[in-house]
């Protein structure tokens, strides 16, 4: 445990470097990240607007309310392994990895965690920005808040853990962009990213709730709103947990035998 | 006339490189079907809460998107690709070779590249624009078509002029293709009329990312809505922005000197 503990932090250092190297690219990255929401908040709005003021529930300054969370959660949570991991297998560069005596998903993980700890004060920056130019209502509870930590907490290891599962494609196929693309489509309507889950029609809402995509991101965000009862906010934790172990159990799995499918070429 | 020529073959010879590639066509069909998909998708979401869109009606937004996909085609068929040609050469020296050649230097490297895949956005946009147009019923008239081309003409010279000041930045600054993913990630506001957006928003995409005039006011001339002074406006930021352009080309290339080759 303590030898995990130093590795974290010597990995720590390495991609803060690495962070001060590429600051003028994350910074442009960001752009994307805070625009996204942006936009659909203000299309929100103005539907708000024109139905007299609020739609299911929802009015202009609630969107505002939700998007800017929205905004904070997503980035809190992103990951841009699958990308990195195609790239990783193209190049052999997976090689060196494997040699080393430990899980290739530390290195992420700290990776990922360390560049959030510098990108996130930036994303509150621009959140308090959009907070004053779209004037949002928050009206949450303080239970609320108290129970948005661990589910933010989840929902970022559970978003990592499909998403680094999802990345091992690359291990059968070189066409990863197509499966990048269909999933980060599915996940851009089913985690509440176009609209808040509430707003889809039944069935979408029934498929977002049984597959992992609303405890990745939208419940984290509907339950600092004060939009949940305690008992759905209790029921989506265990959601949480359960895809928690599901996805552990499914990355080990894929893991074992994509390495063996694995072959560099060079390196 | 020769310029022309020149484009048709530079286009034959992308077309017979990527021929050997053949499945890419249906790696393309599929991430653009998806694409489309997502955007009529959210479109469906917003409707079936509204009957309209800060004034747009449903199949006037749909239009929209249509011009967006063939807008966005038409960038990433020929402009985007030819101009991160234009960094890469710049960076390692290789755009001596295009200098040495008895053609407009600007010309050759504005073609240099040709992404032909990418003619299923514009094909697909195509389409979407046709079901949006027989849905809403308008007969387009011979003016309303004519108004379409001059402002999508105008638009396509716009983009391209920005686009080429973005990418000649590079003979000053060495890393310049994060500009270009601003541009990319500002185009996607294109997607909704930008009569939406709040006053500062609006601004900036119509002048410092001229997003506005490359797929809103094409899409306004076939809803019928383009006065001509916002199409005259259109093709005077055109040739201002082609002259201007064309200094930071010149500027560039003086300053040019290849490292290697």
């Known amino acids: 445990m303590k030898g995990l503990v130093e590795i974290y932090v010597q990995q720590f250092k390495t991609t803060l470097a690495s962070f001060v190297q590429y600051r003028a690219a994350i910074f442009i990255w960001m752009i994307g990240h805070v625009l996204e929401p942006l936009i659909f908040l203000v299309v929100w709005s103005v539907v708000a607007q024109s139905t007299g003021g609020s739609v299911g529930g929802f009015t202009g300054a609630d969107f505002a309310a939700y998007f800017i969370v929205m905004m904070l959660v997503n980035h809190f949570t992103y990951t841009w392994i699958i990308y990195e991991f195609e790239y990783r297998i193209r190049e052999g560069l997976l090689s060196f990895s494997l040699l080393r005596p430990l899980h290739p998903i530390h290195t992420d993980i700290v990776d990922n965690a360390s560049s959030k700890l510098i990108t996130l004060p930036m994303m509150l920056v621009a959140a308090v920005i959009l907070a004053v130019v779209f004037r949002p209502a928050f009206h949450t509870v303080p239970w609320a808040i108290a129970a948005f930590i661990p589910s933010l907490l989840l929902a970022f290891i559970l978003r990592f853990l499909i998403e680094w599962t999802l990345a091992l494609a690359a291990f059968w196929t070189t066409r990863v962009s197509a499966v990048n693309q269909g999933y980060y489509v599915a996940a851009l309507f089913l985690s509440g990213q176009v609209a808040p889950l509430s707003l889809f029609p039944h069935i979408i809402q029934v498929v977002a709730a049984i597959l992992p995509f609303r405890w990745m991101i939208a419940f984290p965000v509907e339950l600092l709103l004060g939009r949940l009862t305690p008992a759905q906010a209790l029921t989506g934790l265990a959601a949480q947990t359960v895809w928690l172990a599901a996805s552990l159990i499914l990355l080990r799995g894929i893991w074992r035998a994509g390495v063996k499918v694995y072959s560099a070429v060079g390196g | ?261």
Not at chain 2, 29 to 41: I, K, P, Q, S
Not at chain 2, 98 to 120: C, G, H, M, N, Y
Not at chain 2, 233 to 258: K, P, Q
């Open chain 2, 1 to 261: 006339m020769r310029y022309v020529r020149l484009l048709f073959v530079f286009f034959r010879t992308s077309v017979l490189s990527e021929l050997a590639y053949r499945s890419n066509f249906f790696l393309q069909l599929f991430e653009t079907l998806l694409d489309l998909g997502t955007a009529l998708a959210g479109l469906a979401v917003i409707f079936s809460h509204t009957d309209n869109l800060g004034g747009w009606r449903p199949d006037e937004v749909v239009a929209l998107v249509g011009v967006f996909f063939l807008v966005g085609g038409t960038i990433r068929l020929l402009v985007q690709p030819s101009m991160e040609g234009l960094i890469e050469s710049v960076r390692e020296g290789s755009l001596d070779f295009t200098l040495t050649k008895p053609e407009d230097a600007q010309f050759l490297v504005s073609i240099q590249r040709v992404e032909i895949w990418k003619l299923t956005d514009i094909a697909l946009g195509v389409g979407v624009l046709a079901v949006a147009l027989v849905r809403l019923g308008t007969r387009l008239s011979l003016w309303q078509a004519a108004g379409f081309g001059v402002a999508f003409l105008a638009g396509g010279v716009i983009v391209y002029s920005f686009w080429l000041i973005l990418a000649t930045l590079c003979f000053w600054f060495v890393r310049v293709e994060n500009i270009l993913v601003i541009f990319q990630s500002m185009y996607e506001a294109g997607r909704w009329p930008v009569s939406i957006y709040p006053r500062w928003l609006r601004f900036s995409l119509t002048f410092l990312v001229p997003v506005a005039f490359a797929v809103t006011v094409p899409a306004q001339a076939l809803a019928g809505r383009l006065s001509w002074q916002i199409l005259l406006g259109a093709w005077a930021l055109a040739a201002a922005l082609f002259t201007i352009s064309r200094r930071f080309w010149r500027a560039g290339i003086r300053r040019y000197s290849g490292a290697s080759a």
